[in-house]
């Protein structure tokens, strides 16, 4: 059961909804222009939470590969550097006779169709 | 106060990426261990990348490894930059592991990394946030998220990202913007 009272203020919300981030904000994120040309106060607050999301943001920018990781990966290189397969799928190439059928087909599709739209 | 939002990781100079060759053409050459100076020079931003990308550092240690291994045997088709080679490699592993994988949570377990904050409650609300993070960025289509991450937590510049990610700055900049709004959004959901 609530123990509310009726018509009691309702206790503050931990959070509101904060203005979404303007071309301003985008534009001081990116870098193109300093905190202070935020013109409003919801701008300034939205500036807030990202200065607090940045911030937690650049912290894990100082992660380092763990030591163990690099001896782990030059210990399970294999003897031989350079293998025959590509790395990625090359580009399938059509066979020129396969090229010339697959116009004379589409061609003679559009005649068809332009025949057909004369009549 | 004049502050900017972001910063930026330099890429390698033109010097770097012809010492990159020469020890490409070194490992070609039979020395397998010059291959662990590629490793110990480009694992960290490649390992963030992973982290930031799945959210576990235990998968992130193993597409390394895979990328790695494959980055190996295929070394005889890097033309260009190492670096950027490479990290195509590794960025097309997690975008192959979140298609795959049916993710339920993330979560940048094991993070034992020193906090800058002095008191429990300052390190309980990054807690919260990193958390609501996590949370919010596991929702994000991968294309936003690997924008995101590439230019938030990577801290990489929009040109930057073009050229690895082979397109435009424009591009990457709507995309950036878009999983702003998407994680503010979603944030937002989680508070409401």
């Not at chain 2, 930026?8 to 050459?29: C, G, K, M, N, W």
């Not at chain 2, 993330?106 to 409650?121: A, C, F, G, N």
């Amino acid at each position: 059961m609530s123990d509310e009272t009726p018509g009691a203020p309702q206790p503050e919300k931990k959070y509101r909804k904060t203005p979404p981030a303007t071309p301003a904000v985008q534009a001081w994120l990116d870098g193109d222009q300093s905190r202070d040309e935020l013109g409003t106060a919801d701008e300034q607050e939205t500036a807030e939470l990202w200065a607090r999301i940045n911030n937690e943001a650049a912290s894990l920018r100082t992660r380092h590969t763990p030591i163990h990781v690099q001896s782990r990966i030059m210990s399970s290189l294999p003897d031989v550097p350079v293998v025959n397969e590509p790395l990625a799928e090359p580009a399938k190439k059509m066979n020129p006779a396969t090229t010339v059928i697959a116009a004379i087909v589409i061609l003679a599709i559009g005649g068809l169709i332009g025949f057909m739209l004369v009549r | 106060m004049t502050t900017t939002a972001t910063t930026t990781t330099a890429a390698p100079s033109v010097q770097q990426a012809d010492a990159d060759q020469e020890i490409i053409t070194r490992v070609l050459a039979g020395s397998k261990d010059a291959f662990g100076i590629l490793i110990q020079r480009y694992s960290d931003p490649l390992y963030r990348h992973a982290l930031g990308m799945t959210g576990s550092p235990d998968v992130a240690e193993d597409i390394l490894q895979a990328s790695f291994i494959k980055a190996y045997q295929h070394l005889g088709e890097v033309r260009g930059r190492f670096d950027a080679w490479v990290f195509r490699i590794v960025a097309n592993a997690c975008k192959d592991w979140l298609k795959n994988i049916r993710r339920t949570h993330v979560s940048y377990e094991e993070d034992d990394q020193p906090s800058s904050l002095s008191t429990p409650e300052e390190e309980m609300d990054r807690n919260e946030l990193r958390t609501d993070l996590e949370y919010a960025l596991s929702r994000l289509p991968e294309s936003l998220r690997e924008a995101f991450v590439m230019k938030h937590v990577e801290g990489r510049s929009y040109e930057e990202m073009a050229e690895l990610l082979e397109t435009t700055v424009g591009a990457l900049k709507m995309r950036v913007h878009r999983a702003r709004e998407a994680l503010q959004a979603l944030l937002e959901e989680k508070y409401a």
